[in-house]
């Protein structure tokens, strides 16, 4: 991130998307693309190795349930903290609220609580960026909201490419 001065106006360029797009992407492949790959489970009748916990139809809900929990959560948190230190602090609770949501890894919640800490600390396009603890959850909330929608996209791929 390079930031350039301009008189008393400083900008930064940034290559991180804008919030709407970054949440987008995780929620498009993570909840969209999750549940588009249970309900084909469903339809060409997969049935799962071993004992499962739970039924196609409990982890369809779970993901749709869940994702958009987390995107719900995300939305708020931007649209609603305004002020610097409600950004500091959102960008500190988000973030390390994306560390404990990884065991809700396949329905995104990550990704989303994660693109709203990179939001709120001003690491993605169009925002201010913040210093400090802020800045560092809102790394920490960044690096999920790439690596989930990735891990997602390759383990729901891998998994059909491996299917026979």
Do not use: K
Not at 128 to 144: E, K, N, S, T, W
């Amino acid at each position: 991130m390079s930031t350039i001065h301009a008189g008393s106006a400083s900008t930064t360029r940034t290559r991180v998307p804008p919030f709407p797009v970054l949440v987008g992407i995780a929620y498009g492949i993570c909840v969209v693309g999750m549940s588009v790959s249970i309900v084909a489970e469903m339809v060409f009748g997969y049935t799962g190795s071993g004992d499962q916990p739970r039924s196609l139809g409990e982890q369809l809900a779970g993901v749709l349930g869940f994702g958009t929990l987390g995107l719900v959560v995300a939305m708020a948190a931007v649209r609603l903290l305004r002020s610097e230190r409600q950004r500091r602090v959102g960008a500190i609770a988000l973030g390390a609220l994306s560390v404990p949501a990884l065991a809700f890894f396949w329905c995104g919640m990550p990704a989303l609580l994660g693109a709203a800490a990179a939001a709120l600390a001003g690491l993605t396009r169009g925002t201010v960026p913040l210093a400090g603890p802020a800045r560092l959850f809102g790394l920490i909330g960044l690096a999920f909201a790439v690596i989930n929608p990735l891990a997602n996209f390759l383990a729901v791929t891998i998994s059909w490419l491996t299917t026979s």
